[in-house]
Nanobody, 120 residues
Framework: QVQLVESGGGLVQAGGSLRLSCAAS????????MAWFRQASGKEREFVTA??????YYADSVKGRFTFSRDIAKNTVYLQMNSLKPEDTAVYYC???????????????WGQGTQVTVSS
């Protein structure tokens, strides 16, 4: 069993940066695929990025702007978001699974979400 808690969301102007954190408890996530998804108002939850062991994947919409990293010792993952755009506005969710992919159904464990709002 894994519990995830996101933090770091907030309101930022376009072009600014935020760093989201996701702290895991219950088990070490060293053997888990970790991912970030986001859901804008009225839209489907969409894949943002995932890391599985040594491989990191990014949605085309965030490549070059977002960076996913993990601190195994702290059992925490981070999403560094730079050059933010208004279209990045969404609730961001941390997710984990033994073997996840790029769809929501790939993940069994989810955080509560943290709101990111980017003003124009």
């Amino acid at each position: 069993q894994v519990q995830l808690v996101e933090s770091g969301g907030g309101l930022v102007q376009a072009g600014g940066s935020l760093r989201l954190s996701c702290a895991a408890s219950g088990r070490s996530f060293s053997s888990y695929t970790m991912a970030w998804f986001r859901q804008a108002s009225g839209k489907e939850r969409e894949f943002v990025t995932a890391i599985a062991w040594l491989s990191t994947y990014y949605a085309d919409s965030v490549k070059g702007r977002f960076t996913f990293s993990r601190d195994i010792a702290k059992n925490t993952v981070y999403l560094q978001m730079n050059s933010l755009k208004p279209e990045d506005t969404a609730v961001y969710y941390c997710a984990a699974d033994r073997s996840g992919g790029s769809t929501t159904s790939d993940y069994n464990y989810w955080g509560q979400g943290t709101q990111v709002t980017v003003s124009s």
